[in-house]
């Protein structure tokens, strides 16, 4: 329906609908357009956390980067579910992509168990040398590159 406030298409992407014809400066739509991108991505996530849905994690990720392709956490999701279900070079290749534009410590520990699965010594000591510069307050990046140098210690 349309006139007297209605609103003329129902569903969940409304808002997003009524913005797409916002005039506002490219800047601010580009802004609010990240901010339902990072929402999208989020529902994504607790969709994972509760359903283990691959193909609505999927849905709504792919939603989140329709609305911005420079959605980080999209792509954080996205690896998540790859890696959960067993497709590592998917899960490697989404989570480059997501650390191409934000840096995510637990993306890098993510990617050097992997490697480490992989037997690939040298990506796994760079994932984590990364995710401890990337985060040198976190005490489990630190752990976790202590566990691989004693690994590399033994004969």
Same mark, same amino acid.
């Given at each position: 329906?349309?006139?007297?406030?209605?609103?003329?298409?129902?569903?969940?992407?409304?808002?997003?609908?009524?913005?797409?014809?916002?005039?506002?400066?490219?800047?601010?739509?580009?802004?609010?357009?990240?901010?339902? %991108?990072? +929402? *999208?991505?989020?529902? &994504? /996530?607790? #969709?994972?956390?509760?359903?283990?849905?691959?193909?609505?994690?999927? @849905?709504?990720?792919?939603?989140?980067?329709?609305?911005?392709?420079?959605? %980080?956490? +999209? *792509?954080?999701?996205? &690896? /998540?579910? #790859?890696?959960?279900?067993?497709?590592?070079?998917?899960?490697?290749? @989404?989570?480059?992509?997501?650390?191409?534009?934000?840096?995510?410590?637990? %993306?890098?520990?993510?990617?050097?168990?992997?490697?480490?699965?992989?037997?690939?010594?040298?990506?796994?000591?760079?994932?984590? @040398?990364?995710?401890?510069?990337?985060?040198?307050?976190?005490?489990?990046?630190?752990?976790?590159?202590?566990?691989?140098?004693?690994?590399?210690?033994?004969?």
């Amino acid at each position: 329906r349309s006139g007297g406030g209605a609103l003329e298409r129902s569903g969940p992407r409304i808002e997003v609908w009524r913005l797409r014809g916002y005039s506002g400066s490219a800047m601010a739509t580009q802004t609010v357009l990240g901010t339902f %991108a990072q +929402a *999208y991505a989020r529902g &994504a /996530i607790d #969709r994972w956390q509760q359903e283990k849905s691959r193909d609505r994690v999927h @849905e709504l990720s792919q939603v989140a980067l329709d609305l911005d392709p420079r959605c %980080a956490e +999209a *792509y954080y999701v996205r &690896a /998540i579910e #790859r890696h959960m279900a067993g497709d590592l070079d998917g899960a490697i290749a @989404e989570y480059e992509k997501q650390l191409e534009l934000a840096e995510n410590p637990a %993306a890098l520990m993510n990617t050097s168990l992997i490697y480490m699965n992989r037997g690939d010594v040298e990506n796994e000591r760079s994932a984590l @040398e990364s995710a401890v510069l990337a985060a040198p307050w976190l005490e489990e990046p630190r752990r976790r590159l202590r566990l691989f140098e004693r690994r590399q210690s033994v004969p």
